[in-house]
């Protein structure tokens, strides 16, 4: 059996926060605000692949009223959803990720995002893919104000 699911986020951007894909972090002025660390890209993966497995989703799973997830390592928490994902006997398949910002530019960091990515939801670098898109100048997305992500991910069993 195959299941296909999507996730997106978006986080404002605010200066003295970290900017952080994947569990990456890039050089940058302003960083994602959240009540968690803010990583929009991790979220998005939690999203689709909770999507997929119709498992849920990650608000109903680390809601932000609960002061457990204040600053939360988003990493540790797609590790948790995978590994529901796993326990649930689904096996990824693959992933592809759209970063949507004005800067930072994502490409030079995109080895090592999916090399972080591929690390917690344990398959080869291979089974996952992103890239790095502006919005042209658009919306709050163009103006360097968010950064917005989508994810569609493959799973079987
Ligand atoms: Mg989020």
Redesign the pocket.
Do not use: T
């Given at each position: 059996m195959l299941k296909v699911g999507l996730g997106y986020?978006i986080?404002r951007l605010k200066r003295g926060r970290r900017f952080l894909l994947g569990g990456v972090e890039l050089p940058f002025p302003k960083g994602e605000d959240?009540h968690s660390d803010g990583d929009?890209l991790a979220?998005a993966v939690s999203d689709a692949l909770l999507g997929a497995s119709g498992l849920g989703d990650i608000g109903e799973l680390f809601p932000p009223s609960d002061s457990t997830w204040k600053d939360a390592d988003s990493m540790a928490l797609l590790r948790d959803v995978f590994a529901r994902v796993k326990q649930s006997g689904w096996k990824i398949v693959n992933l592809d990720c759209v970063i949507i910002c004005e800067k930072p530019k994502v490409l030079p960091y995109r080895d090592a995002i999916r090399k972080s990515l591929a690390e917690a939801l344990e398959v080869s670098v291979d089974c996952i893919f992103l890239k790095g898109k502006t919005a042209e100048r658009l919306g709050a997305v163009g103006k360097g104000k968010a950064v917005e992500v989508y994810v569609v991910c493959l799973i079987e069993k």
């Open positions: 986020d986080h959240g929009v979220h």
